[in-house]
């Protein structure tokens, strides 16, 4: 399994230049084994998958959630890493994609998670099941405002401060190198932290993946053009609810800033980031056997690679076979 796991990460990946060591140790290259850890940070729990090591060994994260990943083990201290932190979609948690996840973290990413309050799984691999609610309708965009949801905007804040001043993480992360990725009202949080909102801009995020992101409360509120970081906009054939908002030129596509970068998959819907096209599949045999799931780390990755890692080549090796549509603007 392990084989397979790294033969696959080794075939999306192509070839990498080495990451500067840390202390000036001598450099190390991706594939690297996985480390998952589940941390808190106040009273919220936050998974992270990172460098490693040890060796992998099979991991449960819940029930038919299967992956391959040492729990516990030690950073990898060859190299400082990315960090990339992950908001997972209404009703989700930070397990919900950990084909990505996990993947990220074999190539060279430190990757935290948070479960934000409306989850009804967790990284811990315990649900809590209780009453949830959005802030203002998905049907109502238009009342979407700074305040709406601003309590995931603090977990991802809490998340990115804690991973930086974490005595056992800091080390591990690359300054200046963060990224954010989101799913559904996850891409919702990911893209107000880019400048969606002005109350919420951080200025230390570098890049975003935005899958199937519930962007339209900064369409009609005329605040895509104030997003100035690189983004890639993922959606589906089948995503019927949000995805036709992000194409073309009035789309959430067409009104953000170069670089930008819009993947669209074959059929999937809207739960296609999520870790039910693997079934009970562990990631290696997922991605393996799966288009989608293999397409969505593809390109999430190799765009992370080029922004954050500074890969100038990354993107050479997307083409758009597989994809229903592919289209990227590198400047205006």
Request: include cysteine.
């Amino acid at each position: 399994m392990r084989a397979a796991a790294l033969a696959l990460v080794v075939a999306l990946a192509g070839p990498c230049a080495a990451a500067p060591g840390v202390n000036g140790a001598a450099a190390c290259q991706p594939p690297y084994a996985v480390g998952f850890k589940v941390v808190r940070f106040g009273s919220m729990n936050v998974g992270v998958w990172y460098p490693t090591t040890d060796d992998e060994s099979d991991i449960d994260y819940a029930k038919n959630v299967k992956g391959r990943a040492r729990k516990d083990g030690p950073i990898d201290s060859c190299a400082s890493f990315p960090l990339v932190v992950f908001s997972h979609g209404f009703s989700g948690c930070g397990t919900q994609i950990v084909y990505l996840t996990e993947e990220l973290a074999r190539r060279g990413y430190v990757v935290a998670a948070p479960d934000h309050k409306d989850a009804l799984c967790s990284v811990t691999g315990k649900g809590s099941f209780h009453s949830i609610k959005t802030d203002q309708s998905f049907f109502e965009p238009n009342k979407w405002d700074e305040r709406t949801h601003a309590d995931r905007r603090d977990d991802l804040e809490r998340t990115i401060d804690g991973m930086l001043d974490s005595s056992e993480f800091k080390r591990a992360i690359a300054p200046g190198k963060i990224g954010l990725v989101g799913h559904s009202l996850g891409g919702y949080d990911v893209l107000g932290l880019a400048g969606g909102w002005e109350s919420w801009t951080d200025r230390r995020v570098g890049a975003v993946v935005a899958m199937s992101p519930y962007a339209t409360p900064f369409m009609v509120k005329n605040r895509m053009s104030a997003i100035r970081v690189p983004v890639m906009y993922q959606g589906a054939q089948w995503d019927i609810g949000i995805t036709p908002y992000l194409r073309g030129d009035r789309g959430a596509f067409g009104l953000s800033n170069a670089p930008k970068y819009y993947v669209e998959l074959k059929a999937g819907g809207h739960l296609e980031w999520t870790n039910m096209p693997c079934g009970s599949d562990r990631v290696a045999r997922c991605l393996g056997s799966k288009s989608n799931p293999r397409l969505i780390d593809e390109y999430a990755i190799a765009f992370l690679d080029r922004y954050l890692k500074g890969d100038s080549a990354a993107l050479s090796r997307l083409d758009g076979q597989g994809l229903a549509a592919f289209r990227q603007e590198l400047r205006k």
